[in-house]
């Protein structure tokens, strides 16, 4: 709950910005107020935590609490990160080879049209 997130827009100077903790219960309030339904261009982490009094490296020490703090933002919230990748592309559907191959067959060949008159069938050569 004591992770503030802010939240940047394209073209806009103005930025949305709230702890996680009222972010989970209205997830509205880091919408761009002007156009809530603007993508967000960036997101900035900020977590907020005493920093130790004490000089040395005991408990309670200004170096083990920040060690502590880092050690437990990288844990909580960088590990788990993965850089964006675009989807992968779609390929095109393949068309049915069957109905490509009878779309690509030849039509029956009939009688060249400059051996018979129109109107005239085809000539068949007498059997026997």
């Not at 200004?62 to 919230?77: A, I, K, M, N, S």
């Not at 068309?95 to 109107?119: C, T, W």
Request: proline residues 12%.
């Amino acid at each position: 709950d004591d992770l503030r997130i802010d939240v940047s827009y394209p073209n806009a100077r103005q930025t949305a910005a709230d702890l996680l903790g009222v972010a989970r219960d209205d997830p509205a309030r880091l919408l761009y107020e002007p156009d809530p339904r603007r993508a967000p261009r960036s997101f900035t982490l900020t977590l907020a935590r005493p920093m130790g009094r004490k000089r040395g490296k005991d408990e309670g020490s200004f170096v083990r609490e920040t060690r502590g703090h880092v050690f437990d933002f990288y844990r909580d919230l960088v590990q788990n990160l993965k850089p964006w990748q675009p989807r992968a592309p779609r390929l095109r559907e393949e068309p049915d080879p069957v109905a490509a191959e009878a779309a690509a067959a030849d039509p029956p060949k009939l009688a060249e049209a400059s051996s018979r008159d129109p109107g005239e069938a085809a000539r068949r050569e007498p059997v026997g």
